[in-house]
């Protein structure tokens, strides 16, 4: 009968013989047989036999076990009490798909090493093998689960608790992207950059540039240079004249800019009373 079904292997009848029974054919074949039977479910210990059906252990541990190093290899107690970190050694080809964290509360978490890591990397929860989004390198989170968070770094947010925009206590420099002051007026004057004020002077306008002052004294039929104060940087592009001295009456005048560079440019006055004549003049370049 081999083995009972529990393992406990018994003969088959007619058996045990007896002291000066002859020996028969019938016996001798039926309990070789047997036995033969029971020895081929027996696992040989040179990995002959194939294991056909699970092997229940009866609450003891296999021993000796060489360390797993393949796919369908079994693992070593060792191997999951301290795997080695991932990103430590180089992966051979694949792709994580899911991860189910089994550890106690407490114990380092898993660190993932490289962002090629990461990209095919997915999370799974703490006490279920459910699926969720894969891990990305400054990725979003899910919706957590109640409870506290702490050990993190928030910045400044300038906004107010009700998601609207939030009005300003103050100035906002212009290096913030604001104007450094509190009216239209001066904010112009602010952004357009440095000025001077008076009977000559300057302003920038963006890339524009505006110079005006007043020229030294011409003699009729003569050309005199007017070096600006200031200057353009790239070219100064019109000059207008204003006579700012009173000439006779019934006299003529004439006059023109000429010459125009980013320094200065050319006076030439005539006038019919052989006068001396001051001009204004406004200059715009960039």
Not at 99 to 114: L, Q
Not at 213 to 237: L, R
Request: charged letters at 5%; hydrophobic letters at 40%.
């Amino acid at each position: 009968m081999a083995r009972n079904g529990t393992g406990t292997y018994s003969l088959v009848a007619g058996n045990p013989v007896v002291t000066g029974t002859a020996i028969s054919s019938t016996w001798a074949n039926n309990t070789l047989t047997d036995i033969a039977t029971a020895l081929t479910q027996s696992i040989s210990q040179d990995g002959q036999t194939p294991v056909t059906a699970n092997l229940p252990m009866g609450g003891f541990k296999l021993t000796g076990l060489a360390a797993g190093s393949t796919a369908g290899d079994s693992v070593r107690y060792e191997q999951f009490a301290s795997p080695p970190a991932i990103g430590s050694t180089t992966p051979t080809t694949g792709a994580f798909t899911q991860i189910t964290s089994t550890v106690a509360t407490g114990t380092a978490p898993m660190v993932v090493a490289s962002t090629t890591e990461v990209a095919n990397l997915h999370a799974a929860t703490a006490t279920a093998a459910t699926t969720s989004a894969a891990v990305t390198n400054g990725g979003a989170l899910n919706t957590p689960a109640s409870g506290n968070l702490a050990n993190c770094t928030f910045p400044t947010l300038n906004q107010n608790t009700t998601g609207t925009s939030a009005g300003l206590s103050t100035t906002l420099a212009i290096a913030s992207g604001g104007t450094g002051t509190t009216t239209a007026a001066l904010a112009f004057i602010a952004l357009a950059g440095s000025q001077t004020t008076g009977v000559s002077g300057n302003i920038n306008l963006g890339a524009i540039k505006i110079e005006w002052g007043v020229t030294g004294s011409i003699v009729t039929n003569t050309t005199s240079t007017v070096i600006f104060s200031v200057g353009f940087p790239t070219a100064c592009n019109h000059v207008f004249l204003t006579p700012s001295t009173l000439i006779n009456n019934n006299q003529a005048i004439g006059f023109s800019a000429t010459s125009l560079t980013t320094t200065d440019f050319a006076v030439k006055q005539y006038s019919t009373d052989a006068s001396s004549v001051t001009f204004r003049y406004l200059a715009i370049g960039y």
